[in-house]
């Protein structure tokens, strides 16, 4: 079975500083990783991803994520925080190799403080 | 950029009763998705359709769901007899292809049994 675990139900961060919001996965074989943010009464949109090649991932926004292995992680990172960018971020994964079914996480809430 | 489109945004029925929600994927997407979220919080997989029958399916897709796709554009997901705890956010999403492709999420329907 493939899950995925984020830790934080809610980040708070300053406008201006950088942000975090973590990830870890478990999948049997390699993973396939995602990160979709949501808005208030909308679906989920596609950020980044990771498949294969360099660990770090450039995504929409400014936002950047990083595929640890040794760690099952894939952190979303963004160097500086926006106040548009408070809504709900869900990390996703699904198995490598033609596998459907995509994992999300119980999402984390980011709340940029001005 | 092309959308996935859902309707209707908010359907409110009784126990019991048959219920339909429909989708337009984006044309010239192969993969079909439902996914329901339950108070704005945890994505749960419900079923992946491809070749016009299921592909995958999750433990809460049970006898009470079925997926269709009666002609070339629309993708429908009926619940045959609605309880209580089917009230939740459900997300139709495509993807063009198979291989850690993005998915598309339309805005969703919100369901409500009474």
């Known amino acids: 079975a493939q899950s995925v675990a984020q830790p934080e139900d809610q980040v708070n961060v300053a406008e201006g500083n950088p942000l975090t919001v973590k990830c870890t996965y478990s999948v049997s074989g390699n993973p396939y990783l995602f990160w979709y943010v949501q808005y208030p009464n909308r679906g989920l949109q596609f950020l980044l991803k990771y498949i294969t090649g360099d660990n770090l991932v450039k995504g929409s926004y400014g936002f950047e994520a990083e595929f640890n292995k040794s760690q099952t992680s894939f952190h979303l990172k963004k160097p500086s925080a926006l106040v548009s960018d408070s809504a709900l971020y869900f990390c996703a994964v699904s198995r490598a190799g033609g596998y459907q079914k995509v994992t999300f996480g119980t999402g984390t809430k980011l709340q940029v403080i001005p | 950029e092309p959308e996935v489109t859902q309707t209707p945004s908010h359907q409110v029925t009784q126990m019991g009763q048959e219920v339909i929600l429909r989708c337009v994927p984006i044309?010239?997407?192969?993969?079909f998705y439902w996914y329901r979220q339950i108070l704005g919080q945890k994505v749960e997989f419900l079923v992946s359709f491809y070749n016009n029958e299921i592909s995958e399916k999750s433990e809460i897709f049970d006898d009470q769901f079925s997926v269709e796709r009666p002609d070339g554009s629309n993708f429908t997901l009926k619940i045959r007899s609605t309880k209580l705890e089917d009230s939740a956010m459900y997300f139709c999403?495509?993807?063009?292809?198979?291989?850690?492709?993005?998915?598309?999420f339309g805005s969703g329907t919100q369901l409500s049994v009474l």
């Open positions: 044309s010239n997407h192969l993969y």
């Open positions: 999403a495509s993807s063009v292809g198979l291989l850690g492709e993005k998915l598309f």
